[in-house]
């Protein structure tokens, strides 16, 4: 599929060039764990009326 796509967007005349993009893997995750946890806990207020649960001490 992305073969196809390549060659379809290089017969448009667009320059297609094979790479691999570099970025810093912990940002992206950090960045998607707190994305991710903001948007459960927002469903979670939505779900329930606007209470959150009670804060629980977390275990090992």
């Given at each position: 599929?992305?073969?196809a796509?390549?060659?379809?967007c290089a017969a448009l005349g667009h320059?297609?060039?094979e790479a691999t993009?570099?970025?810093d893997f912990e940002a992206v995750r950090?960045?998607?764990?707190?994305?991710?946890a903001a948007n459960c806990?927002?469903?979670i207020a939505r779900a329930t009326g606007g209470a959150l649960p009670p804060m629980?001490?977390?275990?090992?």
């Amino acid at each position: 599929m992305t073969e196809a796509t390549a060659k379809l967007c290089a017969a448009l005349g667009h320059e297609v060039v094979e790479a691999t993009p570099r970025f810093d893997f912990e940002a992206v995750r950090n960045g998607f764990a707190a994305v991710f946890a903001a948007n459960c806990m927002a469903n979670i207020a939505r779900a329930t009326g606007g209470a959150l649960p009670p804060m629980a001490p977390s275990s090992p």
